[in-house]
């Protein structure tokens, strides 16, 4: 019971949403209530649009009404009392899928499956409920099939051409229910004009005081002459507003036509129109257009039947006796022939038989298949008909070559394009078949559809010579077109350039955003590169976010110089992706070169080392290249190599400068600096080598190196044999060393191993470190802090640093550097500012420590202004790690400050 019961609210929730106007007027039916004599008293929305009224009009509106006209499927009126409400409301018997098509004035015809269903209301008055559909597509596509046939039938038994065009006319009307169909075929007198050839229905249209219009060059200035001269279908809407001019336009009206079509057809080799014209507007819809188009491409075949029978009537003597000789060959065929007509049926390959004028005359069902054509739409046409317009005369070419007895067997390619209009490659074999006295009878085309094989080869092709992530030109296909380029040089004369461009600091955006947003970067650092890349340049992705560009035929360097700018500029304005804003430069080498070059490698590598003089003055330029970077380039290589074997033979050493307590000349630590004695080169100063490591990853060797030493040093110092008021050590780190994510592992893992208390080590960093990433190097160093390590900030003044970030990240030291401490600069203004340097440090509760004092006026001015630390030749240099132990015992007593 209590399914039953839910069951009962289910049906009257049902009935209770069908009655409401929300749910009505969202159905996509049409929907009224008709009374008596059909009059409609309700609606929904779709009824409005699928009845053609507007909703003020609808009620009260009767089946008998003018407004509209009623007719069934075959286009006859449909009588009142049959309607499908009518009939309802007299018999109360339910009608469905009744089909009514509604004419109103001024509107398309319009076909309805309507729907009718008579309710008894309980005053015993009855209504009747119309639902309908809009089948206007459907049964537009059933008439055109129905009068498809009824054409074809008329127009297949015509004896003469002139007649097959007036069946087709009388079928249009008669069968289409169209009101005028005529055809228009090119004037002879006026090459510009037509005339008109047939016509059905109101014929009296196109004649009386239009008789002149024909033939002259104005009537080709019409919908039909437009269609017929640029082969193109056209349609008129409204012939009422679109006429050609207003004598048309007043005879349309008489003759109660509202849109028309125009269709050319080749009913053989020549040129014809089919215009129709309804009665109503907007009636050659896309569907119908289609349908009227097949028609008459149905009768274009048909007419080149009925002119080929009347070609064929005045030589049916030779036809008999043709006949009679080809029953005689058919007999003397031999059992082998017969064989293979059979299986030229059931072959899995394409193949087609064709007379001598490349007629077909057999195809099977392969070829069918690979063309998209049926048998009957083949047999009886030339190759021609399907052939791929550039290919046209490949297959014309080889039967002339065997008919003149060049060539007997031939094999080629052709492009065939299908019926749905794709493009095919065929390898077509082509051979004679020859009587016995060798006459060709006709040819056998084998075939093979290569259009798979083609694509991939091509795809292969593509993906062997272009990047796939940017599409440019990969390295193979860039080193082909360098030596043709080089080759052509040779030959003509001029210069060649090869640049590389590099995207400065890339890594930093696959670090910072991921690999996916580095790939469509590189994609759109492509496309703005390839909008200033010449069309006889190559632009090349050389691999990872390096570009190649090749030019040829510049006159003089500046005109590289200019092509490098270009590139450049092209770059300045910033890039958005995925909404991040992202601002890319590059560098680029320049590698100029003429005829009397041998080598097209070095091009290249002579471009990758100016790229390299590019990256060292600064990024963001371009550098041409010149034969001594290759020398320096050489030496900085060579120089890498000695300090990478400099590190595994012992040849560095760190030593220490003493660091002094100003007020009390004690020593209160040492900065380690490294020295590197090289067995040629004697001793290589750390501004030469260091800034090389930084290009490579060796520096990270080096500052490990250095780390490890200075602690495990500074571990063994001791004041009067205690260690808790030893000298702390300062080590410096390079950007990148600071960039490493193992540092804070590396600087705990020394600690350990050296047994060094972490507040005697602070770590030094100038202020490029420090603004390379605020709140990255703030969270390093919080990291340290914790470990109770300190850092310094070492050349203050010399950089860019702001103030605001001293606050935030409260260094414990802050190196004044020597540019201020030199007497060679001191002067009232240095002197304030040297004052306010220091002024400001101790304000911050940072200890000031002022580097290079080698002069007691620099001390004592230093001590007047309130430094605290110092360090300099004043006091000693840098000393190796057993001298410091020296300089510890002998305290404040052994510096010479006194003025002689």
């Not at 080709?220 to 001019?245: F, M, P, Q, Y």
Request: with cysteine.
């Amino acid at each position: 019971m209590a399914d039953a019961h839910i069951d009962l609210i289910h049906i009257g929730e049902l009935q209770r949403l069908l009655v409401s106007e929300r749910v009505l007027n969202s159905m996509a039916a049409g929907i009224v209530l008709q009374g008596a004599d059909g009059v409609i008293l309700d609606y929904n929305a779709a009824a409005v649009n699928l009845l053609g009224l507007s909703g003020q009009d609808i009620i009260g509106v009767k089946s008998t009404d003018t407004t509209w006209k009623v007719i069934r499927e075959d286009g006859s009126p449909f009588p009142l009392e049959d309607r499908p409400s009518i009939a309802a409301l007299r018999t109360g018997v339910t009608s469905s899928g009744v089909i009514e098509g509604i004419e109103i004035t001024g509107q398309p015809r319009r076909w309805l499956s309507v729907n009718s269903h008579p309710v008894e209301l309980e005053s015993g008055y009855r209504v009747v409920v119309s639902s309908f559909v809009d089948v206007t597509s459907r049964v537009q596509r059933e008439r055109l099939l129905s009068l498809l046939a009824e054409v074809s039938r008329e127009v297949l038994g015509a004896p003469t051409e002139t007649d097959a065009h007036q069946r087709l006319c009388n079928a249009l009307v008669e069968r289409g229910d169209y009101a005028l169909a005529w055809i228009g075929v090119p004037s002879t007198s006026n090459d510009q004009g037509i005339v008109v050839s047939c016509a059905a229905g109101e014929t009296g249209y196109l004649y009386d005081e239009m008789d002149e219009w024909w033939g002259a060059a104005q009537s080709g200035w019409g919908h039909t002459g437009v269609a017929l001269h640029d082969g193109r279908t056209k349609v008129i809407d409204d012939l009422r507003e679109s006429a050609l001019t207003p004598r048309w336009q007043r005879r349309a009206e008489t003759y109660n036509l509202a849109s028309s079509i125009a269709i050319p057809f080749k009913p053989d080799d020549s040129n014809a129109v089919l215009s129709i014209y309804d009665r109503h507007v907007n009636q050659f819809d896309e569907i119908t257009t289609s349908g009227l188009e097949v028609i008459a491409h149905e009768v274009e075949l048909i007419i080149s039947h009925v002119r080929a029978l009347e070609k064929t009537a005045h030589a049916l003597a030779e036809t008999k006796a043709a006949f009679n000789k080809l029953a005689e060959r058919e007999r003397a065929l031999t059992d082998s022939e017969i064989r293979f007509r059979v299986a030229f049926e059931d072959n899995m390959s394409p193949m087609v038989f064709s007379d001598l004028n490349d007629i077909m005359t057999a195809a099977n069902d392969a070829f069918c298949e690979m063309v998209g054509y049926s048998r009957e739409e083949l047999i009886g046409q030339d190759s021609k008909h399907f052939t791929y317009p550039e290919d046209i005369g490949i297959t014309e070419g080889s039967l002339h070559h065997s008919q003149s007895g060049r060539l007997d067997q031939m094999r080629y390619t052709k492009r065939y394009l299908r019926k749905d209009g794709h493009i095919i490659y065929s390898e077509v074999s082509r051979t004679p078949a020859r009587d016995a006295e060798g006459n060709i009878l006709y040819y056998v085309f084998s075939e093979r559809d290569v259009t798979e094989e083609r694509q991939l080869t091509s795809q292969l092709s593509h993906q062997a010579l272009h990047d796939p992530l940017t599409g440019l030109a990969n390295r193979a296909l860039f080193g082909d077109r360098l030596e043709q380029a080089h080759q052509r040089t040779m030959r003509q004369g001029g210069l060649g350039v090869v640049l590389i461009l590099d995207l400065d600091d890339f890594k930093a955006v696959n670090d910072a955003f991921g690999h996916v947003m580095g790939d469509q970067l590189l994609i759109a650092a492509a496309h703005r590169l390839l909008t200033v890349t010449r069309s006889t340049d190559t632009l090349c992705r050389f691999g990872g976010d390096e570009f190649l560009y090749l030019a040829e035929g510049i006159e003089t360097e500046v005109e590289a110089e200019t092509l490098a700018r270009r590139l450049l500029a092209v770059l300045v304005e910033p890039f958005s992706i995925n909404e991040v804003t992202v601002e890319q430069h590059a560098s680029i080498g320049v590698s100029i070169w003429d005829g009397d070059a041998v080598d097209v490698e070095e091009f290249i590598q002579n471009a990758d080392v100016a790229l390299y003089e590019a990256k060292r003055q600064g990024k963001n330029k371009y550098v041409l290249f010149k034969p001594a970077m290759r020398e320096q380039l050489t030496g900085h290589f060579e120089m890498i190599q000695d300090l990478r074997s400099a590190i595994v033979d012992g040849a560095l050493a760190m030593h220490f400068q003493p660091i002094v307590q100003l007020d009390t000349n004690e020593v209160v630590g040492f900065e380690a600096l490294m020295r590197w004695n090289h067995p040629e080169r004697g001793v290589v100063l750390p501004e030469v080598f260091i800034p090389l490591a930084e290009q490579s990853d060796l520096i990270f060797e080096l500052g490990t190196f250095a780390l490890n030493e200075a602690v495990t040093a500074a571990s063994t110092w001791t004041i009067g044999g205690s260690r808790n008021s030893a000298p702390f050590v300062s080590v410096n780190l390079s950007a990148r060393q600071f960039q490493d994510e193992a540092l804070g592992a590396k600087i705990e893992r020394a600690l350990t191993m050296s047994g060094l208390a972490p507040e005697r080590l602070v770590i030094e960093i100038t202020e490029s470190v420090m603004l390379l990433d605020v709140a990255e190097t703030s969270s390093v160093l919080g990291r340290l802090s914790r470990l109770g390590v300190d850092f310094a900030l070492d050349d203050f003044g010399t950089g860019y640093s702001s103030l605001a970030y001293l606050g935030v990240l409260n260094p414990r030291i802050i190196k004044i550097d020597q540019s201020f401490v030199s007497s060679a600069y001191t002067s009232e203004r240095s002197d304030s500012l040297l004052e306010a340097i220091i002024s400001l440090g101790r304000k911050l509760d940072n200890t000031m420590l002022a580097e290079g004092i080698e002069t007691l006026d620099q001390l004592e001015r230093l001590r007047a202004f309130g430094c605290q630390l110092g360090q300099g030749f004043l006091f000693a240099p840098a000393v190796r790690a057993e001298d410091v132990a020296r300089i510890i015992e002998g305290g404040a007593r052994q510096w010479k400050l006194k003025r002689p």
